[in-house]
């Protein structure tokens, strides 16, 4: 699926509409962990993974594990958006029975791969995932989406010190580095840096990339792998988009007024579309 | 059994193409015979049993069927979240198979023990707990897992398990299985401790005291037949495992909800920590889960009556 770099941009502003809105209704949490993953979730869904909304479950579908579970509001918006199901059920979001629970279930909604909220079960499973492709000999690629704060599970370097030695090179992880967790700057609370040496001293093919730049971030994706599992390491903004969310810590519980999401509407120029 | 649980997943793994054995860096030469048969279907995982799990989830979720292998406690209690969450939530079809259960390494102390994974797994929606009492139980209960597509937790041996059971009885899911028929006392046996609990049925029987025994293989679920079907004579559950939450508990909280139940006893390990006590039968023996052991429990209990349970004077 070709779109243009500005059609792409629309795209995403359309998201980030959404999710304000969404966190506005449902009042709901992760906000600002939501917005940073945006640019991510639009490469891959419009530009880069191999799948058919319309055939969520084929068994040569490319995969994305959603591994960071708290932010999953970005997922279904996502989701809804590339045609996995209807928007209008984006109303119902973290509304109960709604199929769209504030922290996915398995098989809530179609295209949701894994019931993720618990940090560090996604690259594991994407592991599984990633090598079943090689056993059952059905060809896609595996993508799982990790928050930075989530690469503090040890869990995570168990699978990133196995994978490598599994020939697994149609697996990439892609970590939304947005500097936060729930109550700090990530750098602050574990040593984090440098992220992209500790993924390629493990053995990874890794690389940073600015995590709002759709152009570098489809150029990373890409690029093909130099044999080992890819890792790109995705600078990004919390609550990126709208200037009064941007880098405010804050915004990782807190949902927005009906005063706020027209404020965020206008700054993403998206009011007459959403 | 560990021997038996190779030989019997490579016969599995010939016959089902879906069969994947991941290993969590365990089994000096034991997949040898599998690795060679079919390299591609086995995995030495490392020394990361939380991640061997969740592989496994994802394995399953494309229509394999893996199995998970190593030292209970690490591939239990270690990664419980894993198979709460990846495994039993998702439900997927994944096989957690934990070797040397309950006091087989029982000189290497409480690190190589399993004492809380029959507690730890039972409580999570949707799984099955099995403890084999031998090699061929073994073998039966392994082929069942593959008749069937949910989570499975089997429980087995390290090696020199005799053989009790009888060939002929197939194994199921919550079906126990009468050995011996008693009239003053019933002993419930889960896993391998069975042939501890057949020969204290039989130093009861030569001193006049008639003791039924039923092997247990399947703690979840339970088999609800077959407890109502005991006579009202006291229960002793027994097993290598913790006298809290494992086996003993789970039929007492069936026994709880009846109007009127049997006396229950429950053998098992102390609620402690062992360490110092030797090998397999000396911790056994340490325990009272050795034949003299069980035998003089029941005496105790018929002959007093009234008395508290014993199990909590251990020091």
Known sequence: MMASDDSLDLIARRIRHRLVQMSHEAQSAHLGGALSCVDLLVALYWEVLSIDPSHPDDPSRDRLIFSKGHA??????????????DPEKLNQYNRTGSGLPEQ?????????????????????VGLGMALASAINKIPYSTYVLLSDGECQEGSVWEAAMLAPRLNLGQLTVMVDFNGWQATGRSRE???????????????????????????????ELKRPSNGSPKAIIARTTKGKGISFIEDDNNWHYRSPSQEEVQRAADELGTSEIV | MRNAFAEEILKLALEDPRVVVLSGDIGNRLFD????????????????????????AGLSSCGLRPVCYTITPFVTTRCLEQIKLDVCYHRMPVTIVGTGSGISYASLGATHHSFEDIAALRVLPGINVVAP???????????WVFTQ?????????????PICTDPVLPFAPAKWHCLRSGSDASFLSCGTILQEVLAAAEL????????????????????NAALESLPCVPVFTVEEHSILGGFGSSVAEYFSARSSSPRLIRCGIPDRFLHDCGEQKEARIHCELDAQGLASRVMNTINRPNSPPDFLSFP
């Open chain 1, 72 to 85: 999953v509001s970005a997922l279904y918006t996502a989701l809804a958006f590339r045609g996995f199901f």
């Open chain 1, 104 to 124: 996915p279930s398995p098989g809530c909604a179609p295209g949701v791969e894994w019931a993720t909220g618990s940090l560090g079960h996604g690259l594991g």
């Open chain 1, 189 to 219: 609370i574990m040593q984090m840096e440098p992220l992209v040496e500790k993924w390629k001293a493990f053995g990874w093919d890794a690389a940073e990339v600015d995590g709002h730049d759709i152009s570098s971030l489809l150029e």
């Open chain 2, 33 to 56: 015979k599998f690795k060679s048969a079919m390299p591609g279907r086995f995995y030495n995982c490392g020394i990361a049993e939380a991640n061997m799990v969740s592989m496994a």
């Open chain 2, 133 to 143: 009492a031998d090699a061929p139980e073994l073998r039966a209960a392994l082929r």
């Open chain 2, 149 to 161: 597509t949910e989570p499975a937790y089997l429980r087995i041996g390290k090696k020199g398990e």
């Open chain 2, 204 to 223: 009861l029987a030569v001193d006049g005291v008639s003791v039924g025994v039923w092997n247990c293989a399947c703690v979840k679920p339970l088999d």
